[in-house]
């Protein structure tokens, strides 16, 4: 005689599962706060059993909550030189950020005309940048700078072509006390010529895992994961703007 399987649809399960769950923790927890009766037996018992399937995920609503209720505006020290066309001289992303090259190893005449129409109502002199072009399975990285406004033109207004950009910014990555969970990069804004930090934005990256508890018991696939994990989450494009774009 044939066997028969019975096939449950791999939402449902998760559904069925989760809600299971949930409601095995609700059921506990009153029940021991009735024996004990205690109400804050039932709401601490409650969320440590709530944390043996979902920790991470409440941690990383508690800390985006925290950075975008609480420090998205912050962080800036003090403002920015600028002339008295509200442009800051100089500036150095060359840590911060690197532009895909299309082309070729270096930037074509296109390319640069592009990257000096974004910058050169905020910037006068020039902006360095970081480059990099995958080819034959390799990567190659270069710095290079751009020369902005009447200075891509006359040549004898440079200088020094060996001159350091006024305004750096730098990234780095913050080692935290929850490495597995979530992950932070720093960036700094740096005045070369007075050697101050004037600000500093963040990047905070949520991270994933596939070994934990719901993972095993609870129908938590990949697919899963990925999808209820958080977006990065960053203040660097708004402090960028405050300092060097915002005329006010």
Request: contains cysteine; glycine residues 2%; aromatic residues 20%.
């Amino acid at each position: 005689m044939p066997s028969f399987q019975i096939l449950m649809p791999e939402n449902f399960m998760f559904i069925i599962s989760n809600l299971s769950f949930i409601s095995f923790c609700f059921f506990i927890s009153f029940i021991v706060s009735k024996i004990l009766k205690s109400a804050i037996v039932f709401f601490v018992l409650l969320i440590c059993l709530f944390s043996t399937g979902y920790y991470d995920l409440i941690i990383k609503y508690v800390v985006k909550n925290y950075y975008e209720l609480s420090q998205m505006d912050s962080k800036i020290y003090t403002q920015a030189f600028k002339n008295k066309d509200s442009k800051i001289e100089s500036l150095s992303v060359v840590g911060a950020y690197i532009y895909p090259l299309k082309y070729s190893s270096t930037l074509s005449s296109s390319e640069k005309e592009e990257i000096a129409s974004m910058h050169e109502n905020y910037i006068e002199k020039f902006i360095d940048i970081s480059t990099f072009t995958y080819k034959f399975n390799k990567y190659t990285y270069n710095t290079e700078r751009v020369y902005l406004n009447s200075y891509k033109y006359d040549n004898s207004l440079i200088s020094n072509p060996n001159e350091e950009a006024r305004f750096v910014i730098s990234k780095s990555y913050q080692d935290g006390f929850l490495p597995k969970i979530f992950g932070k990069y720093e960036y700094k804004f740096l005045d070369k010529q007075t050697n101050i930090v004037i600000a500093t934005a963040f990047k905070i990256s949520f991270l994933t895992s596939y070994t934990k508890f719901r993972n095993k018991y609870l129908f938590w696939t990949q697919e899963k994961e990925d999808e209820f994990n958080l977006p990065p989450i960053e203040n660097f494009d708004n402090i960028y703007k405050k300092l060097f774009i915002n005329t006010k």
